[in-house]
DNA sequence: CTGTTAGCGCGTTCAC
DNA sequence: GTGAACGCGCTAACAG
């Protein structure tokens, strides 16, 4: 560009202008012992002088460590691996490692290809991030670099793996809806294809069945992650008469278009029907009228974890298998 | 972890295996000439073998490269990142480039921070993405690598930025209501704290005038980027009876809140009101009731100016200044 | 065609 | 307390 095209300075540039050898400056520059306070000063000085940042490539050479991870991810939107992406950062220490973000748009040759940019890359560590909590395949290849897969968990039991608790979610919602009076609970999901779906009607089913209920027309009503099937649902549901005064969502945005639909219907939210989403996505509850009570997944705990996990496994062995981060219920005014 | 932690192997094992010097393995790995084919297929199966792949940090170390560029963004949800991020990958030819992605969550320190930890990694190019609009400073000190702004510009005319066309986005809003037939326009908006507000605001102003025609009430309603501006907003225009049969949102979260309102006045969309909005967010653009017709910033595009502008940058001096990437409506039920 | 050598920038021995 | 020499893994220039 103009004038800021400085040339990058070497720790031999700073060492003559310091006037001492590279083996002294460096030691002054790495706060090492063996040096005398005056010349530590001086190397500080040349340093600053000349802006000398250290070559980490050259740095990384010797010790073998480069101070850098992989996120590879298939999600799209980066709901999920922005709060994981930002876990890790807060989990390493900001500045201490670096995250290298690959999206592989869910397909398998793209994140080959990816990994491949990583592995040459010499990165310490891999977080893989899902789209969808289903299982899904091992990184192909013995790979030379610790792994974890978040959100969507390997297939192997072998490997680590950290998701979302989705059937204590689903109990969450429930147990929620139940806390405030409810009775007669319908379940609207999404994409019947989503293991998160039927896991989270699984914890709704179990937590009811404990207070001897069950689920408003015996069984969760499976759709689409949209609003559109949210609006389409409730309507099926006032339409078939069966009264209920609880409804748990399984996402945000299915949860908006049932609000919608139970509007138009003439019912009351929270005065007739409670209603609660999941995700706590907060363009869509905060957003909603009323408020939309949610249950928050933990994504960033999620990310944290992840790294945590990335971090002792490249100490040594982490503990192989699936780790569960627990959600929350925001509560806010639909319920 | 388990077995997988084979470890890398050399270029020196490789050349070993095939019998032949680091040299020649060299040539024979990255299709220079001079290497008999017989040798280079004997390289190629002692590389699988070993499952090699050449440390980065070593060539870059020799080319001053690192095929590595640097993205500091500001905007925590990533709605501006990802696309810039994904543009990026797309004009680099994925693999060839990697993006080291940090969120300075709009803190100068963090920002300094990150940058540091990104001349310490000798990116090639660094990419600043910021949250809104408006000019913001340049990043401190000459750098060794060339820059390039995104969404906010640098206040320096001198820096190379990439910044969507607000006014454009204002003026295609305005255009297209005027092309349905809408000759009473209202405007509702964001933040006033906003450049982007003001910016979208005059390009519907000019476009009315061009027509002999002018917003009504006048101005344009500020407020904030959220749906419960939005109902409020609506509210009000229809308690003060000013009638309007056109109303350009300046987000499409505004515009949601909007259409709400106005099915609750008893308005029909679009039939009597014609509502646009601007970002064309899908979640919210699919998923209202009718599907909102929004402004496309095309900020995938703007992220792959992005990329070139630094790619060239990189080679010689980019063309300083504002480059501004056009929108586009995208036409949905509401108009 | 192939092997040898030098050196990229830095940290880490060792001698001094 | 300081400096010279070696090597991390690789490529480029030259020698064979």
Chains 1, 2 share one sequence.
């Not at 869910?106 to 994140?111: N, V, Y």
């Not at 680590?160 to 109990?171: K, R, Y």
């Not at 929620?176 to 089913?205: K, N, W």
């Not at 997944?297 to 990310?303: D, P, S, Y």
Request: neutral net charge; hydrophobic residues 40%; proline residues 4%.
């Amino acid at each position: 560009m103009t004038d800021e095209m400085r040339k990058r300075s070497t720790l031999r540039e700073v060492a003559e202008l310091a006037g001492v050898s590279m083996g002294t400056a460096s030691k002054a520059l790495n706060d090492r012992q063996h040096v005398r306070a005056s010349t530590r000063v001086k190397v500080r000085e040349a340093a600053a002088a000349l802006s000398f940042t250290p070559n980490e490539a050259a740095r990384s050479l010797i010790g073998g460590q480069t101070g850098t991870v992989g996120l590879i991810t298939g999600d799209l939107e980066g709901r999920f691996s922005l709060p994981i992406l930002m876990g890790a950062e807060d989990a390493f220490g900001a500045g201490r490692v670096s995250v290298l973000l690959c999206d592989a748009r869910g397909d398998t040759i793209r994140e080959k290809y990816h990994l491949d940019a990583l592995l040459r890359r010499n990165v310490d560590g891999i977080i893989v991030v899902g789209s969808r909590t289903n299982p899904r395949p091992r990184l192909s290849g013995s790979l030379p670099v610790p792994v974890v897969y978040a959100y969507a968990p390997s297939e192997s039991e072998s490997d680590v793996s950290v998701v979302p608790d989705d059937t204590g979610a689903g109990a969450l919602a429930a147990e929620h809806l139940l806390a405030t009076g409810r009775r007669r609970i319908a379940h609207i999901s999404g994409d019947p294809d989503y293991t998160a779906a039927h896991e989270r009607a699984d914890g709704i089913v179990a937590v009811l069945e404990q207070q001897g209920l069950s689920l408003v027309q015996g069984r969760p009503l499976f759709g689409a992650w949209s609003e559109h099937w949210g609006r389409t649902a409730v309507t099926r549901l006032l339409e078939a008469g069966d009264e209920f005064d609880g409804l748990v969502c399984g996402s945000d945005q299915i949860a908006r278009g049932a609000l919608d639909a139970l509007r138009a219907g003439g019912r009351n939210v929270p005065r007739d029907v409670g209603v609660i989403g999941v995700d706590n996505w907060e363009p869509m509850t905060i957003g909603a009228f009323p408020m939309l009570t949610s249950v928050d997944l933990n994504l960033e705990r999620l990310g944290r974890e992840a790294a945590k996990l990335l971090f002792t496994s490249m100490a040594g062995p982490a503990t192989a298998g699936i780790h569960r981060v627990h959600g929350r219920v925001v509560t806010r005014e639909s319920t």
